[in-house]
């Protein structure tokens, strides 16, 4: 998919990171009438129906969605596998439940559940529509350089290089320009591990999402397409450890142990994985001529399944905010600019953060009066009330 350039091309912005945050932010600005650069090292495999199901997948939010139809790849990402859910579910001890369903507030549904390489297949295939984006994949970043104008240097390790006004990273957790640019991160790792198992159903395709705290973690359905879902297994990182040298049928005899009666025992495992549980957080979101989003800015504990809507969150708000400054004569790209942008999204990723936080703490022991009090407010907030509505409006990305 290399677009070949000749040497020193300039552009608007150069996004680093063709993931799902990455082509969306591209795109979004593209719409603008910018001129874009998209710098990716591995391109996604292309679709086919037949194919198993990826481990990775998000719950994609209506606000999402929205966002994702807007930039003109919703279509696309549904003519491929995916499936809405309409109830979210989450308790400890049976009979103190909190539910949340779309029909309370008179919506269809409250999301998709969808893989993440097919939401970025969708996001590429728009990126291939539009004639001012340049998309550079496989290839890596060689160097980053400020020039001696208003611009910076990206040079590639095939040798190509060109300039930009703006540089946006949305390269990951693990970013590469956060680093150049001298962001730090404050954050920590989680005790816990989270396991991520793919299981065939007998059942037919389920519309709500559960999840059941324990003192150990987690443990977590997410519907997938026909007769699928997602499990998530959140634990000590010794115990997923020991879970991954498993083989498949001796994983399904642990899930029958320590899963919910809830889970119909009538499945079998045909894929897993792992991965350690972190939070970042960047100090800022910009320096002159750059700005973080998505992973690069954040990661958070995937207790909610929030971290790609948080993504699509700062997509949404930096498109918006570069929207506003266009005829900005000191330029859309300043720092004055960029700050605006932070100031948008900073608190409210802290505060999902945080939640996220108090959550995991609350739930990860099992002292008794915490955990009467933790379940009486599950309970509570099962209430049909409008801060009830406004929560759940708030999970929908609104």
């Known amino acids: 998919m290399e677009q070949l350039k000749s040497k020193k091309d300039k552009y608007d912005a150069v ?11 591209a795109i979004g600005l593209a719409q603008l009438g910018l001129t874009v650069a998209v710098v990716e090292a591995f391109a996604p495999k292309a679709y086919e129906s037949s194919q198993p199901l990826d481990l990775r997948v998000s719950a994609i939010s209506a606000a999402s969605e929205e966002l994702l139809s807007r930039l003109g790849a919703l279509e696309f990402l549904q003519t491929m596998r995916q499936v809405a859910y309409k109830g979210l579910e989450t308790w400890e001890l049976d009979g103190c ?29 728009r990126i291939a529509q539009l004639d001012n984006i340049s998309l550079y994949c496989p290839v890596k970043i060689n160097q980053l350089q400020r020039n001696h104008g208003d611009a910076i240097d990206v040079s590639l390790e095939d040798g190509q290089v060109f300039s930009t006004k703006l540089l946006i990273g949305a390269d990951g957790a693990n970013s590469y320009v956060r680093q150049w640019a001298n962001i730090g991160i404050t954050g920590w790792d989680y005790a816990q591990s989270a396991m991520l198992i793919n299981i065939e159903t007998s059942c037919d395709e389920q519309d709500v999402t559960w999840q059941q705290f324990t003192p150990h973690g987690p443990r977590s359905l997410l519907p997938l397409p026909g007769n699928n879902a997602s499990l998530v297994w959140y634990d000590d990182a010794n115990r997923i450890a020991q879970l991954s040298q498993l083989n498949n049928n001796a994983l399904k005899k642990q899930i029958d142990q320590y899963f919910p009666a809830r ?3 009538d499945f079998k495992v045909v894929n897993k994985a792992s991965f350690k549980l972190t939070r970042r957080h960047a100090q800022r979101y910009y320096s002159d001529n750059l700005v973080i989003l998505g992973d690069a800015a954040h990661t958070i504990n995937p207790l909610a399944g929030q971290g790609v809507n948080l993504g699509f969150k700062d997509v949404d708000a930096l498109i918006t905010t570069i929207e506003s400054q266009l005829q900005n004569e000191s330029g859309w790209w300043n720092s004055e600019v960029l700050k605006q942008y932070q ?6 990723n802290q505060l999902m953060m945080s939640a996220m936080d108090m959550f995991y703490a609350s739930f990860s022991n099992d002292i008794l009066p915490l955990k009467l009090l933790r379940n009486s407010a599950l309970k509570l907030a099962n209430i049909d009330t409008p801060i009830k509505k406004y929560v759940l409006k708030y999970a929908m990305g609104f």
Do not use: K, P
Not at 16 to 22: A, K, L
Not at 107 to 119: D, Y
Not at 343 to 348: A, E, I, P
């Open 343 to 348: 100031g948008c999204r900073y608190r409210d």
């Open 15 to 25: 996004v680093v990171g063709g993931g799902m945050v990455g082509a969306a932010t």
């Open 263 to 265: 889970l119909d025992r």
């Open 97 to 125: 439940i909190t539910q949340f369903h779309s029909d309370q507030i008179g919506a269809s549904h409250l999301g998709h559940i969808v893989e993440n390489r097919l939401i970025q297949l969708s996001l590429w295939d």
